[in-house]
Structure formats: C-alpha cells, structure tokens
C-alpha cells in the first residue's frame, strides 16, 4: 500500500493524501456461474442473476436490485450457482467483443435480495468497507480501465482474467471522502437516466403518432387527423414529389478540402450538429475542382440525403440539407418539390422509410435512384394539412434533439469529472 497524488478536483474540506493499492491484495474473489441468457428469465423465481453482457449494455456503475431489473435463474434449484452477493461487492464484465471489457458494477440495496453472478463475470468483495458508490465509479474512470487495456487478451472477443484484473492498482482517499464522491456520481447518474427516461418517452411519443397520424396497409386516411381536415390521402410515386439523384466518386486526392460547396460521406452524418440537418462536413471542394472534375451540384433545395450502399442502408438515416452540395458514390440525394408537398412534412414522411426494401442481391447491399423514386407513399391532398402535420413532428423532433444533446453534455460532463476526480 503507497501513498498516491490527489486528484486535479476534490471536495471542499479533504486535504489527506490519497493511497494506493493493488486490487488482489484488498479483495476476496468469489464464485460466479455459467447459465447462459437462455438459462434467465424475468419472471419472479427468487434469484437473481447478473448477466455479463447487462453490466456491459444496460446496468450503471452502482446497480440496486430494488430499483434496476435484473433477470432471474429460470430454475433455481440448479446447482453450483455460486456465491451469494452482498452489499459492496463489486462485479466485473470479463469479456466484450471491445474495449470494454471491465466495465463494472457496484451491488448496493440487496437486502433480502438473493442475488448471483453469472457467466463471464469476475466478482471481488473488499475485506475493507468502502463509501457506498465509490469503487463503482472508481473502478469504471479511465484512470483504472486505462491499466486493463494492455493486459486484456483475445481478438473478436476481448478478455481479462483474474490475475490481470488482481495486478492492477485502485486509489483511494478516506472513507469520508470515498462517501462524497460516490454520492456525488450516483445522483449524476440519476440526473443523466432520468433525462434518458424523458427522452425515451418522447421517443415513444413520436412513435405512437407516427402510426395513428399516417395511414397503415391499404388505408386511405389516418386514424388521427389535425383540424377540420377530411380528404382521403392520396398515393403517390417519390418521383412524382421529387427528384432523387446518385452521388459521384470522390477520389482520396480531391479530399481535405476546408471550403466551398461541401461534399457529405456518410460519416458526415455522425457529426456533431448534424443529427437532423447537415450543417457542415469533413470535406469540401472548390469551384475548380467541380468545374475539372465535372461535379454537378444539387442546388434543387430543399433535399434529403441517405446511404444507398453497404451497411449504412440499414441504419436508416436520412438528414436535411438546405445548401448547395455533392455526394459520394455511396450516398443518394432527393430533391425536394416544393410545389407538391411541405418540406416538414415530406421530412417526416421520409423518417417511415425503409430503403433496406430495396437493397438489390449481390455481395454489397445497395439500391439505385429509380427505386427510390419508384418508391409510393401516402399524401394528404391539403397542403396546409401536410403543413400541420410537419410542424407537430418538427416541435417533437426539436424536444427529442435538445434532450439528446443535453444528455450527451451531462455524459461528456461525467466523463471529464470521472478522469479529474480520481488518481
């Protein structure tokens, strides 16, 4: 056990020297099963069971029995379940097909709860009491996961053993100190889940009116309409609405361009600010390049972007885009007709797309811009009723995007605080 440097930020009041020590000389390592997922259920049996792909995905760095679900062994009576959990123990992911194997958890509120843990799982117990919360977030900070990186083994599926984990070093201040600090991350995490809670529902919420405001299988009216409205939809070919154009190739020397018309990849649309329009892009190219390359850019605005090749088809993005632009090869365009349909609306109506229907056979998926255009989808004759209908989505469609981002700023907020609060 040695003395380590204190933390860039801490608590008002703690000025002792933090220690340092390796995990295998502070804990016990207890037994853990191997029932597969098809082995669980969610249904009440008495013994709940900790999934190792549940502490990678879904369960927090404290993890409540009372508060989070947590399956249970479908037949209890199995034996070699291993050892029963307890407050403070502290569960490990030993394999991930990433770098995120480690990832853990802290058991916290198991009280007559009886509670295991199961394949590809790694649990340590302390011999000493530690703040409620604080390996759990201790333990996930890159200043301890950073240590298991170069010991982890493997290469589709990535692992750590026992040894490994045992070898690394956790830092720790007073218990006092331990007691802030994890109370402090616990009610940050309850702040970023229940914006998740939030964002969830109005997820659920556009959802829901998607189905009831657009008319389903051979319907010609939906079974919600805003106002007065009361004309049958009508069907109508994409090609009739507008105009939908491949993009070009985009040779590696061409690239790296930081001004003029941009040129969108699909990586563009992972930018930061481009969750619904694009407003910027990775590349973009000058008026002699499009003129000596022959580029023809779409400047029939307003337009909806999308992948039309690969893996990407079957993420269903779609962005708007509102500036002159080009496309790579492995995208498509569609121009909007402003004379036929609302831009909101026509925006809304492509999110219910799915362009994966029309991926051709062969090794690569892919479709073409005539199938696009060949593409029916139902419209209300009323323009001011697609106007209405446009608007709602939009309104919902800017709650959903500020409550993404805010939680993606209280994620980045943890994330500094997690590497500046801990040594």
Same mark, same amino acid.
């Given at each position: 056990m040695t003395k380590a440097k204190s933390p860039e930020i801490r608590f008002e009041g703690f000025d002792q020297e933090w220690?340092?020590?390796?995990i295998g000389k502070g804990v016990t390592f207890l037994r853990h099963n191997s029932l597969s997922r098809a082995q669980l259920t969610y249904h009440d049996t008495g013994v709940q069971n900790i999934h190792y792909g549940d502490i990678l995905i879904k369960f927090g760095s404290v993890l409540n029995p009372l508060v989070d679900t947590i399956p249970f062994v479908r037949d209890p009576s199995t034996s070699n379940l291993g050892d029963l959990l307890q407050d403070g123990d502290v569960v490990f992911a030993d394999a991930a097909e990433d770098s995120t194997v480690g990832k853990c958890t802290e058991i916290r509120g198991s009280i007559n709860k009886k509670l295991v843990a199961g394949l590809h799982t790694i649990t340590a117990r302390p011999t000493k009491a530690f703040g409620e919360g604080y390996l759990g977030h201790?333990?996930?900070?890159?200043?301890?996961?950073?240590?298991?990186?170069?010991?982890?083994?493997?290469? #589709? %599926? +990535?692992?750590?053993?026992?040894?490994?984990?045992?070898?690394?070093?956790?830092?720790?201040?007073?218990i006092d100190e331990q007691q802030e600090i994890g109370s402090f991350f616990s009610n940050l995490d309850d702040t970023i889940a229940a914006h998740r809670k939030k964002l969830a529902k109005l997820q659920q919420t556009k959802t829901s009116l998607l189905q009831q405001m657009f008319p389903q299988g051979d319907a010609v009216e939906p079974e919600l309409r805003i106002g007065v409205f009361t004309e049958p939809w009508k069907a109508m070919e994409l090609g009739q609405l507008g105009k939908?154009?491949?993009?070009?190739?985009?040779?590696?020397?061409?690239?790296?361009?930081?001004?003029?018309?941009?040129?969108? #990849? %699909? +990586?563009?649309?992972?930018?930061?600010?481009?969750?619904?329009e694009m407003v910027k892009a990775n590349n973009y190219v000058s008026t002699e390049q499009i003129e000596r390359r022959h580029w023809r850019p779409i400047f029939d605005l307003p337009a909806v972007v999308f992948a039309k090749v690969g893996a990407a088809v079957y993420l269903g993005r779609k962005r708007m885009v509102h500036e002159p632009f080009l496309v790579d090869n492995n995208m498509i365009g569609y121009s909007?007709?402003?004379?036929?349909?609302?831009?909101?609306?026509?925006?809304?109506?492509?999110e219910t797309l799915d362009f994966s229907a029309l991926v051709q056979t062969g090794a690569l998926p892919s479709f073409n811009p005539s199938a696009v255009e060949e593409m029916s989808v139902m419209v209300p004759?009323?323009?001011?009723?697609?106007?209405?209908?446009?608007e709602l989505f939009g309104q919902l469609d800017d709650l959903i995007t500020g409550e993404q981002l805010y939680v993606e700023k209280l994620r980045q907020v943890?994330?500094?605080?997690?590497?500046?609060m801990f040594v």
């Open positions: 220690t340092t020590q390796n201790a333990l996930n900070a890159d200043t301890f996961h950073d240590q298991l990186v170069p010991l982890m083994q493997g290469t #589709k %599926v +990535s692992s750590i053993s026992t040894s490994a984990l045992s070898s690394c070093k956790v830092s720790f201040p007073e939908a154009r491949a993009g070009v190739g985009f040779p590696d020397m061409e690239q790296g361009g930081g001004s003029g018309i941009p040129f969108y #990849k %699909v +990586s563009d649309m992972n930018l930061p600010g481009n969750e619904r909007i007709n402003l004379d036929e349909w609302d831009v909101e609306f026509a925006r809304t109506v492509f004759p009323s323009i001011d009723e697609q106007r209405a209908i446009g943890k994330a500094s605080l997690l590497h500046k």
